[in-house]
């Protein structure tokens, strides 16, 4: 049976320790995008590890393109940061001392000194902005990361696919995608106008690691930080494994075993097998930027099931739209909870 349905079975310590110590590593875009999501000592710890096994180094064509595309596009959003924050900041005081205006004759509530408390916060969480904006680096004009990562991979890309063959590949990925097939077929609706090479870039990724380790004596550990359920195998909002039909695959195509992992669990993998020393802190805040963008994840599906969802109601997409849009805020809820704990 476990011979049979290997790719449900989890490889023991031995056999781990031994892809560890011999296979190729291979970074997926996404992964050396978030290092522009990371803090300086974080990247400098994760570069660390890299240096380490750059002799073991190797990315796809479709990994490397997608990093040389997308970079400014993570670069910019990190600066827009700042003004999104601020105008959502105008926005929800606007809206809170509106909602108090509207209890200016309450007999208890001194809508008064609220507005002033609130007025301070809000200032002081601007100077806050405005300091941590004059601090951030302007990685559009000099990007020290593009340039580290650019030597490091140097000799370390692999060749892209012929036309005809791409052309072949988008024909299999439609099929695929249909069938929900995996990799990529989540990014269907995300995807569907950005052309071939972006919506089935997936399996571009996936097919060039299939024909690399057709070439090499042993296999590949796979780092990617695709969260969806496209890569990885979910049970009860449990991540159990890599996709056991990507690992099949593999091991029919190229008769080896590949080993998936996401970035902060690479981390830990490192410390143990390589005698690395990546630092606790470190590990946790890559995992909480993998955790930040789960439910970014999770918060899309909700909102598509709430939109697509008939509940009897002829007005149920609108209503949903609705009910997307008005969500109440945390900070929202505070202060309703602290007017209405005042009322009693």
Known sequence: MKDTFSEYYKLNE????????????????????NLYRYSPSTREAFFSLLEQVKSRIWI???????????????INAQREAYKEIRETLVKKKGEIEAKLNSFKKHPYLQTGELKKQIESAFDSIGRDL?????KHPDYLDN???WEKLSVLLEGKVGDDFAKDDLEKLYREGKKRYDEKVPPGYMDMKEKQNEGNRSLYGDIIVWKQVIEKAKTVDNS?????????????????????????????EFKEESNKRIN??????????????????????????????????????????????????????????????????NRETSFEKAIRTSSEEQNK
């Open 14 to 33: 031995a056999q781990i320790k031994e892809h560890w110590e011999k296979d190729i590593f291979c970074f997926d875009a996404n992964v050396l995008l």
């Open 60 to 74: 796809t064509y479709q990994a490397a393109f997608e990093y040389q595309k997308n970079r400014l596009v993570v």
């Open 130 to 134: 405005d300091s941590l904006e004059k």
């Open 143 to 145: 990007d020290p990361i």
């Open 220 to 248: 590949i550990i796979l780092i990617t930080d695709d969260l969806k359920e496209d890569w990885w195998y979910k049970f009860k909002g449990k991540t159990i494994s890599p996709r056991p039909e990507l690992i099949k």
């Open 260 to 325: 998936i992992y996401q970035a902060d669990k690479f981390l830990e993998m490192a410390n143990k097998n390589l005698a690395q020393q990546t630092t606790k802190e470190v590990i946790q805040e890559v995992r909480n930027v993998r955790l930040a963008d789960e439910l970014d994840i999770e918060k899309e599906i909700r909102e598509l099931e709430m939109l697509f969802e008939d509940n009897g109601d002829e007005n149920f997409k609108e209503n949903a739209k609705l009910m997307i849009s």
